[in-house]
């Protein structure tokens, strides 16, 4: 069919009318499909459908405790599944559709599945053109997590889903390359008095403390203590979850490539190097101009490309702080981590 390529067992539909009807249908009858979003790309099923919801894990290979994120089209749609408090619609109304994912009481019809048996429920209005006329052609909750292997990095175009997932999963739908390329910021507002950040992201703590007028507390995020707290990973490796195989060393920003000798085959900086420094080793970089939306959105296609190469160490440089560099840094943070 035109507008269809097989590799390996997976279709990839273009990200035109043909393509969103064909995975909208797909999902209608409890498929699961990636899909784009303006973060990263995700593994989605109907959210109502417990055996839709239960390939999902499977094909991510995801541990049951770990919940997922419920996408949405429209606001209307949210009080069926979530209690929502005033301080919701004031975050939805500045960032949604959006890189925002909020945490709220869930209400029933929400299965246990997609939120490990908790009583909150991760809610998003994603605004990426594809996934929106998605979510409005099938009329359905999506069950979303990052489309990659459980504690890889994330995917941010239909090819990174189709190296790692290729032979897992029927069906993605092309949407080009997402416009962050980092993961969601995820505010816990099931105590609507004391929000705390559970995963940073493009959207930074001080735009939403600003919006919503009260401070933003930093948690650490709820899988890392649930793991913990199971056994299921032991203390300090959770940290793996954005894990390239290539072993990564972090750098100071600013760090002086010229002078400093590097253990390592190749060398990230944050910036284009004004010249490429002499030295037997590869030198790669996250952004032309040192911008950091740049550096963001290039950062896991980067890892990617060097685990492809097959290095064993690389040296990266990390952003400046603040703002999404924080977030970059958050993600190096954990790609750096040792098991
Ligand atoms: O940008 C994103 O958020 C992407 C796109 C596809 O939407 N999704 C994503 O999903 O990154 P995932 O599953 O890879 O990460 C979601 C995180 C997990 O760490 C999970 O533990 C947390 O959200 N989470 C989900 N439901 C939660 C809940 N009820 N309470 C606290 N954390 C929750
Ligand atoms: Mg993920």
């Known amino acids: 069919m035109q507008g269809i390529e097989r590799y390996m067992s997976i279709c990839i539909h273009r990200g035109n009318a043909d393509g969103i009807k064909a995975v909208a249908e797909l999902l209608i009858s409890g498929e699961v499909v990636a899909l784009p979003t303006e973060t990263v790309y995700g593994l989605a099923a109907n959210a109502l459908d417990e055996e839709s919801v239960r390939r999902i894990f499977e094909i991510k290979m995801r541990p049951l ?25 004031t975050l939805a109304e500045h960032f949604w559709p959006g890189a925002l994912t909020i945490v709220l009481n869930k209400r029933p019809i929400v299965p246990d599945l997609v939120t490990a048996s908790r009583e909150t429920v991760a809610v998003r209005m994603p605004a ?3 996934m929106r006329e998605v979510l409005n052609r099938c009329g359905l909750y999506l069950a979303a997590p990052s489309a990659n292997p459980f504690g890889y990095v994330s995917p941010t175009s239909a090819q990174h889903v189709v190296d790692s997932l290729g032979d897992r999963l029927d069906a993605v739908l092309d ?8 993961e969601s910021t995820i505010i816990n507002l099931s105590h609507p008095e ?10 930074a703590a001080e735009s939403l403390e600003e919006v919503l007028g009260r401070e933003v507390a930093q948690e650490s995020s709820v899988l890392d203590s649930e793991m913990r707290k199971s056994g299921l990973i032991a203390p300090g490796t959770l940290s793996k979850h954005y894990s390239p195989r290539t072993q990564i060393q972090l750098q100071p920003n600013g760090f002086n490539a010229l002078r400093d000798k590097l253990d390592c085959e190749a060398i990230v900086l944050f910036q284009r190097p004004t010249e490429i420094p002499h030295q037997n080793k590869q030198f790669y970089w996250l952004s032309e101009t040192g911008n950091l939306a740049e550096a963001g ?9 060097l685990d492809k190469k097959g290095l064993q160490k690389v040296s990266i440089e990390m952003a400046p702080a603040g703002g999404l560099g924080d977030t970059i840094n958050d993600r190096l943070i954990r790609a750096a981590a040792k098991s």
């Open 65 to 89: 405790i770990d919940p997922l994120i419920v996408h949405f089209y429209d606001l209307n749609q949210l009080e069926k599944i979530a209690f929502i408090p005033p301080e919701a619609i």
């Open 128 to 130: 990426k053109p594809e």
């Open 297 to 305: 959105k290039n950062l896991f296609k980067l890892l990617r490309n």
């Open 194 to 203: 004391s929000p705390s950040i559970l995963r940073k992201g493009p959207i």
């Open 175 to 182: 949407g080009g390359p997402c416009e962050f390329g980092l």
